[in-house]
C-alpha cells in the first residue's frame, strides 16, 4: 500500500464497489506534505495573465516574477505585453520603509512607455507582511492615466490557489461592472443573439482558436474568451452575451455565478477535450439557443470531425489496448475528460485525483472510473509515487510537478498543464492526444528500464 499520511486517509479512496462517503476536499494542504497545490498568486497569475493587451506588475521579490514568468503556454492573435514578466523587485529597503512609492514609479513608467488597455498589479506575501496600500495606489495612478488599473490581492498565505483563481475573478469583474453599468445608464448593452464567452479557456497552444471555430461553424458568437488570447475591449462586452459556457470549473465557476447573479447570464460546465465531451459542448449550446438549424450544423460538424477522426485512433488504440494510466491535474473537468479519451484508446485509468475537486466531482469521477481505482485529492509526491508503483502504472499524466516524479519511477509522462505546446482540445486535440500517449507509453527509451513493463510498437508485452 502506499504511504499516506494520516491527516489525508479521507482525502484518499478507491473505488471498490461498496457505498462510500464523499471525498474529503477543499481543506488547507497537511503541514510537511510536500502538496503538487501552488500558491495564491500563482494561481491568480494563471488565470489573468493570457489578457495580452494589459500590462502585467508583481509587486513583490523577484522570485515571485521569475516563478510566473511566461506560466502558460497561452498564445495571442495580437499583443503580447503579457509575455514580459514586470515587477517592482522589492529589496531589504523597501520591506523597511515601505513600497509604495515604488510601486507607484514602476507602474506609471511602464504605463507611458506601453500604453496597455488596463494593468493588473498582483500583491504578493511579502506586501501583504508590510502592509503597503496597493488599491490606493492603484486608484492613484487610474485617475492620473485614464485607464483602469486593478489591484489583484493575492498575498499567499491567505490560502491556496484556488483562493488566487477568486481573486482573479474579482479582479476581472472590476472590467466587467464599469463597462455594464456604463451601458446600463446610456440605455445600450442589450443581449447579443446566439453570443457565447468561453470561461476557463486559457489558449493554450492555440486551443481557444480552435473552439472558435467550431462555435462559429454551428453559427455561435464567441463574444470573449476569459481569458485566452484575450482583450480588454472584450471582456468588457461579455456581460452581453447569452451564455456563459465554464470549461474549467476550479478556476471561473465564481465568476460565472457573479455574471449570473448581477447581469441573469445563465452558465454552462462544459469540457472540449476528448470527442464525447467536445461533442457535448456543441449539442448543449445548440440546445440552449434551441435552433433547429444550429442543432443541425452541430450535428453535422461532429459527423464530419469523427469521420475523419475515428480511423486514424483505431491504430493507436491498437497498440495502447490494456496499458493502465495515472491522472493528475488541477481541475477535475480535465480528469472526466481524460478518463473517457484513455478509455476510448483502450486504456484503463487505475489512478485519478485533482487539487481543486469538489465533492460532487470526485463523486462523479467514483461513478465513471472502473472499479479498483484509487482517487486523490490534493496529493503529494509521496502518496503519488507509492501508488504510480502499486497500481504498475504505464502512463503519468498531469504537470510540470508530476513530471520529474513520473519520469523517477520509470513511468512514461504526458503534459496536459499549462505549459504544454501541444493543442489537446476538439477533435484533432484527441488525435494529438493519442499521438502523445503512444509516443510515451511505447518510446523505446523503455527497454533500457530494468524490469520495466515495456511495449512493443505491435501492441504486445515484451
Not at 440552449?288 to 442543432?295: E, I, K, L, R, S
Request: aromatic letters at 8%; charged letters at 25%.
Amino acid at each position: 500500500m502506499a504511504a499516506i499520511l494520516p491527516e489525508r486517509k479521507d482525502q484518499v479512496q478507491r473505488k471498490d464497489g461498496q457505498a462510500a462517503p464523499d471525498l474529503a476536499c477543499g481543506r488547507a494542504s497537511a503541514a510537511g506534505s510536500v502538496s503538487q497545490r501552488a500558491c495564491v498568486f500563482c494561481g491568480s497569475r494563471v488565470v489573468l495573465y493570457p489578457i495580452a493587451d494589459a500590462l502585467h506588475l508583481v509587486h513583490g521579490p523577484i522570485g515571485c516574477a521569475v516563478y510566473t514568468w511566461d506560466i502558460r503556454g497561452s498564445l495571442s492573435s495580437g499583443p503580447e505585453l503579457h509575455r514580459n514578466s514586470f515587477c517592482t523587485d522589492l529589496q531589504e529597503r523597501d520591506v523597511i520603509h515601505g513600497g509604495e512609492k515604488k510601486l507607484y514609479r514602476c507602474l506609471t513608467e511602464l504605463i507611458r512607455h506601453y500604453r496597455p488597455a488596463a494593468a493588473f498589479v498582483y500583491a504578493t506575501c511579502i506586501v501583504g507582511i508590510i502592509g503597503d496600500d496597493v488599491a490606493a495606489v492603484c486608484r492613484r495612478v487610474a485617475a492620473e492615466q485614464g485607464l483602469a488599473v486593478i489591484p489583484v490581492h493575492s498575498e499567499g498565505f491567505k490560502g491556496t490557489k484556488k483562493d488566487g483563481y477568486r481573486a482573479a475573478c474579482d479582479a476581472l469583474m472590476q472590467i466587467i461592472r464599469p463597462a455594464a453599468d456604463a451601458a446600463r445608464a446610456a440605455g445600450e448593452g442589450g443581449t447579443l443573439p446566439f453570443s457565447i464567452n468561453l470561461l476557463g479557456e486559457f489558449n493554450i497552444a492555440g486551443e481557444t482558436w480552435i473552439m472558435r471555430e467550431y462555435f462559429k461553424r454551428i453559427g455561435v458568437e464567441a463574444i470573449a474568451t476569459l481569458t485566452g488570447d484575450g482583450r480588454v475591449a472584450d471582456i468588457r462586452r461579455s456581460h452581453r452575451a447569452a451564455l456563459n459556457l465554464v470549461q474549467c470549473s476550479g478556476s471561473m465557476t465564481y465568476l460565472a455565478k457573479q455574471m449570473e447573479e448581477e447581469y441573469g447570464i445563465p452558465f454552462k460546465r462544459i469540457s472540449c477535450f476528448g470527442i464525447e465531451d467536445m461533442a457535448q459542448a456543441l449539442y448543449d449550446a445548440a440546445d440552449f439557443f434551441g435552433d433547429p438549424a444550429m442543432d443541425v450544423r452541430a450535428r453535422d460538424l461532429v459527423r464530419e470531425e469523427l469521420s475523419e477522426l475515428l480511423p486514424l485512433l483505431q491504430e493507436y488504440r491498437r497498440r495502447l489496448e490494456g496499458r493502465r494510466a495515472a491522472i493528475y491535474v488541477g481541475g477535475a473537468f480535465k480528469a472526466f475528460s481524460l478518463v473517457r479519451a484513455l478509455r476510448m484508446l483502450g486504456m484503463k485509468t487505475v489512478l485519478v485525483g485533482s487539487q481543486t475537486g469538489n465533492p460532487d466531482d470526485y463523486r462523479q469521477l467514483r461513478e465513471l472510473c472502473d472499479e479498483g481505482t484509487v482517487i486523490v485529492d490534493d496529493t503529494n509526491p509521496l502518496e503519488l509515487s507509492g501508488f504510480l508503483r502499486e497500481q504498475e502504472v504505464d502512463l503519468m499524466i498531469g504537470g510540470v510537478k508530476e513530471r520529474p516524479i513520473a519520469y523517477k519511477m520509470g513511468v512514461g509522462f504526458c503534459d496536459h498543464n499549462h505549459e504544454r505546446k501541444i493543442p489537446l482540445a476538439g477533435f484533432i486535440g484527441m488525435l494529438n492526444f493519442a499521438r502523445e500517449v503512444d509516443n510515451s507509453v511505447n518510446s523505446p527509451v523503455w527497454q533500457f528500464m530494468p524490469g520495466h513493463r515495456n511495449v512493443s510498437h505491435s501492441g504486445g508485452i515484451v
